[in-house]
């Protein structure tokens, strides 16, 4: 997922917002890969989630939830920050190998 969001951003911040065909793609992907991320962080135990106490757990799941039900909401640099920095940080917190 690390990756992806890397391919995402790679193609920097003007493309993702153009009002183009290639910017309306990369929010659409980008805001699919927030969403199978937060559905990733749903499935885990509470348990596992105790043990990384500084993620944000509540905030990963409250913009699933603006994404997939509040669409007209979404504010496309924050995914884009999001996938810039947060998702990378998630998966280096969490030892994670992509």
Partial sequence: MARLAD????????AYLAEDFAGQTLRLAGRALVLQVATV?????ESFKAQYPDVEWAK?????NIIAHHY???LDE??????RSRV???????????
């Fill in 60 to 64: 990963i799941q409250r913009m699933r």
């Fill in 41 to 45: 962080v749903e499935k885990l135990p």
């Fill in 78 to 83: 924050f995914v884009w920050e999001s996938l």
């Fill in 88 to 98: 990378p940080e998630l998966v280096a917190s969490l030892d994670l190998v992509d």
């Fill in 7 to 14: 391919a995402l951003v790679a193609r920097g911040l003007e």
């Fill in 72 to 74: 007209d909401r979404v």
